[in-house]
């Protein structure tokens, strides 16, 4: 049974990873996984553990690494800086729930549940409590609006 202790406990690594990874969907295991696999085929081969613990950090941190080198050069080039979650409200209709008027600085919209003050692209544009608007762009905390 002591013979077979690393391969256990690799094969338990793995499929910890694999279920962590399931439950959040946020990147955050999957780089321990191949880690897992090349340390639980080393134990099987009766590999030093030591060798096999700096083979699974050493891959472990290397895909980490080049993953997230690869992936932000992904995601600057493709929209020329880091995308944030408020990126995703740009285009979407919302409902208006205090009278918009840029001339008195007052204004907001409800976006999937929250309040944001709102401002709208043109000055001379208004909209009225109970309308709905298009987010063009958002500066600071405010999201500049247009009418549909």
Known sequence: MEAYLPTIIWAVVFVASIWIEAETAEMISIWFMPGAVVALVLSLFDIAVWIQCVVFMAMSVVLLVVARVLLKKYIVKKVGREKT???LLIGRQVK???DIDNASEKG???VNGQIWSARMTNDGDSASAGEFVIVDSISGVKL???RI
């Open 85 to 87: 979650d408020t990126d």
């Open 96 to 98: 208006v729930e205090e």
């Open 108 to 110: 907001a919209v409800r």
């Open 144 to 146: 500049i609006c247009r």
